[in-house]
């Protein structure tokens, strides 16, 4: 069963604008964590930030940020002013911490960002 | 600050031919793990080891093997190579230790890039 479901496959924003990638995730495990990651054309896999899921408060990292709704199991990006850098695949991935240590990750969403 | 080193950054080789993937983690990292991405997926994981050991083990295929040596690198080992093995081949390393929490994110590296023809 897909742990991690990303719905938007690709996602337009307007340079300066914010903009919130969507993921929900599915566990049984009580302690969990949640991250974000981020893939430019180049390929390489750049951390971003990390919920925990007894963490009290969302998640911020400079312009990152994460809404997370333990409720609702979702754990959206939102990323402020955004730059043209900011083009890239981002992933979403959990690590539950019973027993294994991998990530799961999923599709992602491509994100543009325009002039 | 140090990174994962992964070497080495593009490979190509025939079918049926072996490959070596190196690996060498953060320093006093005591995880690393092996992640496959094929073109246009996400990434997939293979295998981890922690301290030297096997920790977890994922969709590796039986022609795969890996190991961590003393000095903490790690080799991911591809023998009778197929067509279906072109991807990126990640490596991360993380500090899992007692700490927990987000001591534990895993820094992946640039990876390997390999094509079999």
């Known amino acids: 069963a897909q742990k991690i479901t990303q719905t938007q496959p690709g996602m337009f924003v307007q340079e300066k604008e914010a903009v919130t990638l969507d993921c929900t995730y599915d566990?049984?495990?009580?302690?969990?964590?949640l991250f974000w990651y981020k893939q430019p054309s180049s390929g390489e896999m750049i951390f971003l930030i990390y919920?925990?899921?007894?963490?009290?408060q969302n998640a911020t990292e400079g312009r990152y940020s994460l809404n997370f709704q333990k409720a609702r199991k979702s754990a959206n990006l939102v990323i402020s002013a955004s730059q043209l850098g900011d083009s890239a695949m981002y992933f979403c991935?959990?690590?539950?911490?019973?027993?294994?240590?991998?990530?799961?990750f999923g599709t992602g969403t491509r994100l543009l960002v325009s002039p | 600050a140090a990174g994962v080193i992964q070497s080495p950054r593009h490979l190509i080789k025939e079918k049926r031919e072996t490959a070596t993937l190196k690996c060498y983690p953060i320093?006093?990292?005591?995880?690393v793990y092996w992640y496959q991405q094929g073109p246009g997926q996400d990434p997939q994981f293979l295998i981890s080891?922690?301290?030297?050991?096997?920790?977890d083990k994922g969709s590796i295929p039986d022609r795969f093997s890996a190991q961590q040596f003393s000095d903490y690198h790690s080799e991911l080992n591809m023998s009778s190579l197929e067509l279906g093995d072109s991807a990126l081949y990640f490596c991360?390393?993380?500090?899992?230790?007692?700490?927990?929490?987000?001591?534990?994110?895993?820094?992946f590296g640039p990876g390997t890039r390999l094509l079999v023809l």
């Open positions: 991935a959990m690590r539950e911490y019973t027993g294994f240590q991998k990530l799961v």
């Open positions: 919920q925990g899921s007894y963490d009290q």
């Open positions: 991360a390393s993380s500090l899992v230790g007692l700490a927990g929490g987000r001591q534990e994110t895993q820094y």
């Open positions: 566990t049984s495990d009580p302690s969990y964590g």
């Open positions: 320093p006093r990292h005591d995880t």
């Open positions: 080891f922690y301290e030297k050991m096997q920790s």
